[in-house]
T-cell receptor
């Protein structure tokens, strides 16, 4: 069965620090990979996604993620975080033969200190 | 477009009560999903639908029921509420399967006492 693992449950950073959130998945076939973000009091929204092509994908608000197939990883990065990036971040995966069902990781709560 | 809307925003239930969580989308999406979110557990799929009249179980369907009589609406029914169903419930929809973005509603926070 597919699964997604996010290694960091809670990350605390100061503004301007660099961010990298880990995400690993287990599935042998072709997958689509997503990062969703949930700002405090808001619903989930898409940050970025990968489905083919360049393994380095860029999303909104300066975020990027790199798909490394050999490592089954899709880590999220941002060179310099802002206080407004405080949120919970979810990695998710689906595959074409799974009816579009997303499998989510446990989530990583990011707190950015001003 | 309002996107995906959910009602109510918050509800307290007593054990054994029943309720329906409403979900409506105005994007004419065929695919709709119900997730529950528990702290430290991410989101788990409860039920999903690939079109009007077609529903299927997700990862954690026990204690829930769904129906899909129209493209727009996908209500989630709790028949006998239990404390284990205390959670935040999210409805989502998408146009096609694959790499299409799922659009989420604002969520319903449910507390069962």
């Amino acid at each position: 069965a597919q699964s997604v693992s996010q290694h960091n449950h809670h990350v605390i950073l100061s503004e301007a620090a660099s961010l990298e959130l880990g995400c690993n998945y287990s599935y042998g076939g072709t997958v689509n990979l997503f990062w969703y973000v949930q700002y405090p009091g808001q619903h989930l929204q898409l940050l970025l996604k990968y489905f083919s092509g360049d393994p380095l994908v860029k999303g909104i608000k300066g975020f990027e993620a790199e798909f490394i197939k050999s490592k089954f990883s899709f880590n999220l990065r941002k060179p310099s975080v802002q206080w407004s990036d405080t949120a919970e971040y979810f990695c998710a995966v689906n595959s074409y033969n799974q009816g579009g069902k997303l499998i989510f990781g446990q989530g990583t709560e990011l707190s950015v200190k001003p | 477009n309002a996107g995906v809307t959910q009602t109510p925003k918050f509800r307290i239930l007593k054990i054994g009560q029943s309720m329906t969580l409403q979900c409506t989308q105005d994007m004419n999406h065929n695919y709709m999903y119900w997730y529950r979110q528990d702290p430290g557990m991410g989101l788990k799929l409860i039920y999903y639908s690939v079109g009007a009249g077609i529903t299927d179980k997700g990862e954690v369907p026990n204690g829930y029921n769904v129906s899909r009589s129209t493209t727009e609406d996908f209500p989630l029914r709790l028949e006998l509420a239990a404390p284990s169903q205390t959670s935040v419930y999210f409805c989502a929809s998408t146009d096609r399967v694959g790499h299409e973005t799922q659009y989420f509603g604002p969520g319903t926070r449910l507390l069962v006492l």
